[in-house]
């Protein structure tokens, strides 16, 4: 990317990008001699080596060499490669940009102080309802207490779907090891080493997964399912009023779990091997 001191030499100095000799652009002068490959391409008429400089670059491609020359001056790589930004670099770049200053106008309850710190204590509670150990431990109880078959398979299901979240948000943060919102305070309860890292939100996959799986399998009147999905959305967006996680690690989150969810159904444990499964354990 051209850094600002770049960019206001080349306006002072009437610059244009142009492609360099291995298809990137280059800031070359217009007032000044052009660099020896654009005067070696068209001979040494500068207007044409100007205009070549509006070509695609898809058509310049292939012409390349490892070094770049301006105004006679060898490039090394690395210095066009900073005056060269692709696509989605910048748009990257911008997604980032914006996700670390919308996280941080949200964190409205990241600490007692913040501007609605006054409803950090509610917040925690949402965050204990989407926590990994009373989801296990509930799905757990509620295995232990059924007394249909059918009962069983789903909370069987349902605890392998909560073991499979652990590992998989486990293993993500820990490859991509993003670091969580400066403003966040480190005071959850039962983490893991991996919950110091920031993407994605384990509440949000969990939250989404467990709701699609509650949808599925639970017969449920029309209010309780309207109030599961706004407590699984509502666990997502507390994630961000507490300071916990950026607005990209919970949009992520709640689309990793939706697809969770996916997984479950194609791992289903089926009553045949629960029976065998129950077989072995007595
Ligand atoms: C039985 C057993 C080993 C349970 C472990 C449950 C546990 C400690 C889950 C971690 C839940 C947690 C704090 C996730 C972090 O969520 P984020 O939304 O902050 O990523």
Redesign the pocket.
């Known amino acids: 990317m051209p850094s600002p001191k770049a960019r206001s030499s080349a306006a002072r100095s009437g610059s244009v990008p142009c492609a360099g000799g291995n298809g990137r652009y280059e800031f070359v002068s217009l007032s000044r001699t052009p660099p020896p490959h654009l005067l070696q391409r068209q001979g040494s008429d500068p207007t044409a080596a100007r205009l070549r400089a509006s070509e695609s670059p898809s058509r310049r491609r292939g012409s390349g060499s490892s070094t770049s020359s301006t105004g006679g001056q060898q490039l090394p790589e690395e210095d066009c490669m900073k005056l060269n930004p692709s696509f989605i670099g910048i748009a990257l770049s911008s997604l980032l940009a914006i996700d670390l200053w919308l996280s941080k106008r949200l964190g409205v309850c990241a600490c007692e102080d913040a501007s609605w710190g006054s409803v950090r204590p509610l917040m925690k509670l949402v ?1 204990i309802s ?4 009373p989801w ?2 509930g799905a757990a109880y509620c295995l232990y207490k059924s007394d249909s078959a059918a009962g069983q398979e789903v909370m069987l299901n349902l605890l392998m779907a909560l073991v499979l979240d ?1 590992v998989l ?1 486990g293993v993500m ?1 820990a490859v991509v090891r993003r670091r ?1 919102p400066a403003h966040n305070r480190m005071d ?5 080493s991996v ?1 110091g ?2 993407f ?7 939250a989404a997964m467990c709701a699609r799986f509650l949808l599925a399998h639970l017969v449920l009147a029309a209010p309780l399912r309207v109030l599961v999905l706004l407590w699984a959305t509502f666990v997502g967006f507390s ?1 961000v009023l507490l300071g ?2 950026h607005v990209t ?2 949009t992520f ?1 709640f689309l990793m779990g939706y697809w969770q969810y996916n997984l479950v159904e194609m791992l289903w444990l089926s009553p045949v091997m629960l029976q065998s499964t129950i077989g072995q354990l007595q």
């Open positions: 965050e989407g926590h990994g150990i296990l431990a652990l948000v943060k969580r959850m309860f039962a983490t893991f919950d890292y920031s994605p939100s384990g509440h949000a996959t969990r994630r916990r996680h690690d919970v989150g």
